[in-house]
């Protein structure tokens, strides 16, 4: 079981910055890859980005080049750096572990563990 808490949201304003945080539960993590989703009311759970346990990096099309995930495993923490905020990113964000291989990264199917969510308010 593993569990995670997720930090850092709130209201900003266009053109600003945020940075989450996720923490994680167990001994393992660093064998663990590491998602972060995002909601918007009335849509669908979609991918934002995930790190792998080896440390390879990929992002959705819509925040390539704004935001920056990043992991440190002797924290247990991986973190989401937002930058250049647009009122599209406004959102619930998640963050997931995936503990196996296969499977679509971009598909919230393939994760076993969620957070709670944090909100993420931009405003225009």
């Known amino acids: 079981q593993v569990q995670l808490v997720e930090s850092g949201g709130g209201l900003v304003q266009a053109g600003g910055s945020l940075r989450l945080s996720c923490a994680a539960s167990?001994?393992?993590?660093?064998?663990?890859?590491m998602g972060w989703f995002r909601q918007a009311p009335g849509k669908e759970r979609e991918f934002v980005t995930i790190?792998?346990?080896?440390?390879?990096?990929y992002y959705a099309d819509s925040v390539k080049g704004r935001f920056t995930i990043s992991r440190v495993n002797t924290k247990n923490t991986v973190y989401l750096q937002m930058d250049s905020l647009e009122p599209e990113d406004t959102a619930v964000y998640y963050c997931?572990?995936?503990?196996?291989?296969?499977?679509?990264?971009?598909?919230?199917?393939?994760?076993?563990?969620w957070g709670q969510g944090t909100q993420v308010t931009v405003s225009s």
């Open positions: 167990g001994r393992t993590f660093s064998t663990y890859s």
């Open positions: 790190i792998t346990w080896t440390g390879a990096i």
């Open positions: 997931a572990v995936r503990t196996i291989s296969g499977g679509d990264i971009r598909s919230p199917v393939s994760y076993d563990y």
